[in-house]
């Protein structure tokens, strides 16, 4: 089982990221997707999910509003696009994927920066 973030990077406050996950090995459409995120010093937290047949999105309050949740189980991809990003959401994010066992992806940092 393979999940591999991308789309991580160096953005401005105010800016917008879309992270990508794709899985592979694994039967995509039966496993729920969440995005966690790892700030320095800090535990992991989950910022968002998505049943596996992409409903029930579920957000932490500090994202509501500003991340979207979507998959494509076409593709075995999971997305989060972020928006009106601040310094505070600057972590590595990282892609899960749980139904009878859980994986994690190696994650994508985000620096939100001036």
């Known amino acids: 089982v393979q999940l591999v973030e991308s789309g991580g990077g160096l953005v401005q406050p105010g800016g917008s990221l879309r992270l990508s996950c794709a899985a592979s090995?694994?039967?995509?459409?039966?496993?729920?997707m969440s995005w966690y995120r790892q700030a320095p010093g800090k535990e992991r937290e989950r910022v968002a999910a998505?049943?596996?047949?992409?409903?029930?999105?579920y957000y932490a309050d500090s994202v509501k509003g500003r991340f979207t949740i979507s998959r494509d189980n076409a593709r075995n991809t999971v997305s989060l696009q972020m928006n009106s990003l601040t310094p505070e959401d600057t972590a590595v994010y990282y892609c899960?994927?749980?139904?009878?066992?859980?994986?994690w992806g190696k994650g994508t940092l985000v620096t939100v920066s001036s």
């Open positions: 998505i049943s596996n047949i992409g409903t029930s999105p």
């Open positions: 899960n994927a749980r139904w009878e066992a859980q994986y």
């Open positions: 090995g694994l039967a995509f459409s039966r496993y729920a």
